[in-house]
């Protein structure tokens, strides 16, 4: 199987050809060991960081941005988008502070400071 990829590490955009052929997995076109990597990855476990926002429930009007700490295998996103959808919590929040523990095998953490 022959799959085509744009890389999205970096913003040079490598287009990548990767080859499956059993358990072997080869990668042309990437300009750096990153994009094979990335190449690997997303045909054999693709992740995704999520990035969203939360409800401040004790301010009008607030949210809070935030993000997985490490990324998601892509198939959990829509999960988590509902866990992080129905999540409220309460201000003061500082970047780094924990909103969600243990969602598919990381945290998500606020990524602004709300006071
Ligand atoms: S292969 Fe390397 S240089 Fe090309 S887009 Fe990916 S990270 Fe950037």
């Known amino acids: 199987m022959k799959r085509e990829l744009t890389c999205i590490i970096c913003?040079?955009?490598?287009?990548?050809?990767?080859?499956i052929n059993g358990?072997?997995?080869?990668?042309?076109?990437?300009?750096c060991p990153k994009g094979q990597q990335y190449g690997v990855d997303e045909c054999t476990n693709p992740t995704r960081t999520v990035t969203s926002i939360v409800r401040v429930a004790n301010r009008v009007d607030t949210m809070v941005s935030v993000k997985t700490e490490n990324p998601i295998p892509?198939?959990?996103i829509f999960d988590l988008m509902q866990i992080i959808?129905?999540?409220e919590v309460n201000a003061p929040i500082e970047i780094g502070d924990i909103?969600?523990?243990d969602v598919f095998g990381t945290k998500v953490i606020a990524t602004k400071q709300v006071k």
């Open 11 to 19: 913003p040079r955009g490598c287009g990548l050809t990767v080859e």
């Open 74 to 76: 892509k198939e959990n």
């Open 23 to 31: 358990d072997s997995v080869t990668v042309t076109g990437n300009a």
């Open 99 to 101: 909103i969600c523990d």
């Open 85 to 87: 959808c129905a999540k």
